[in-house]
Structure formats: C-alpha cells, structure tokens
C-alpha cells in the first residue's frame, strides 16, 4: 500500500475532511473563500446549490445583489450543462469570493458542447434559446469557456466595488 498526499493548489488551502456535505450525487467541500460542490444536476441538487451560492456569497461579506447574481449565473450555467448533457450530468461548481470579485466556475463533462452566442437580441421571437448567455454578459462580463482533459470549465467573474452584507 502506498500513502498518497493530496497536495492544494498554489493558493488554495487544504480541503476540509470530512466534506460539509456527501451523499447520493452531491459532494460539497466548503474552503476559507467558497466552497466547490460536485453534484448530479438533479432538481432537487440544484436548488440545493441555490441556496449554497446565496449563503456563501452572503457569509463572504457581499451585498445581496452580488449574491443574487452569483446564484443566477451558477444556476444559469448548470442549467446549459443539463440541456446539453441530460438529466444527472455530473457538474463542478465551485464558487469563490475574492476581494473585488466574485469567481463562478462550472465543469461539465462535454467538451464539443460548447456555448454558442447568437446575433439575436434576447428578446427576438424567434430565439428560442441563449438567453442564459446574454445574463452571463450582462452580470459577468468576460466570461470564458476553457476545454479541459474531462470536459469543459465556464468561468465568470462577477466584479463588484465594494464589500457589504447582506441584510
């Protein structure tokens, strides 16, 4: 048998063991700015997730409307992996707070489905889809799709100027 360390990241701290949360499809490991979840994009799971971004980004000294749009964004991006993916497809959030910003990242497992941006405007009769992207430009300007050995990761930046709780 062979001892195996785990080592984090360059600026990430040691991950907490036990998770905060593992059962059946949803494995949540909270960190000192955020937290990242492994979950199957269940109904039930993505209203747990919800709930996770609103309270995190809360507790991490934000106003509510940082909050509110770290919790669309998150469930935005979950949302376009199930539609592209199916039902239960397996899905990293990861959520962190930094000082003028807020960091959503979202892994799924298909590289080739790749977020596509339409000329039309979001409200156009006859864009049936996308609206989800023009969100992501509005309250994450920037936001890139980067492929990765297991799928893809959607990563975007929510700025914000100034630090206040919520109420």
């Not at 930094?98 to 039309?120: C, F, G, I, K, T």
Request: with cysteine; hydrophobic share 40%; aromatic share 4%.
């Amino acid at each position: 048998m062979h001892d195996v360390q785990v080592l984090p990241g360059p600026s990430d701290p040691p991950p907490r063991f036990p998770p905060e949360l593992a059962e059946c499809g949803f494995y949540l490991v909270i960190r000192s700015d955020g937290f990242v979840l492994h979950m199957s994009a269940s109904a039930e799971h993505l209203r747990e997730m919800r709930a996770r971004v609103f309270k995190e980004v809360c507790g991490a000294g934000m106003d509510e409307e940082v909050a509110d749009a770290a919790r669309l964004v998150a469930s935005e991006l979950v949302g376009n992996a199930v539609r592209l993916c199916g039902p239960f497809t397996p899905v990293v959030v990861q959520v962190a707070a930094q000082p003028d910003e807020v960091l959503v990242q979202v892994h799924d497992p298909e590289p080739a489905a790749m977020p596509d941006r339409r000329d039309l405007p979001p409200g156009n009769d006859q864009s049936e889809s996308g609206r989800g992207l023009w969100i992501l430009d509005v309250l994450a300007p920037g936001w890139s799709v980067e492929p990765t050995p297991l799928g893809k990761q959607i990563r975007c930046r929510l700025p914000h100027p100034t630090r206040r709780n919520c109420a």
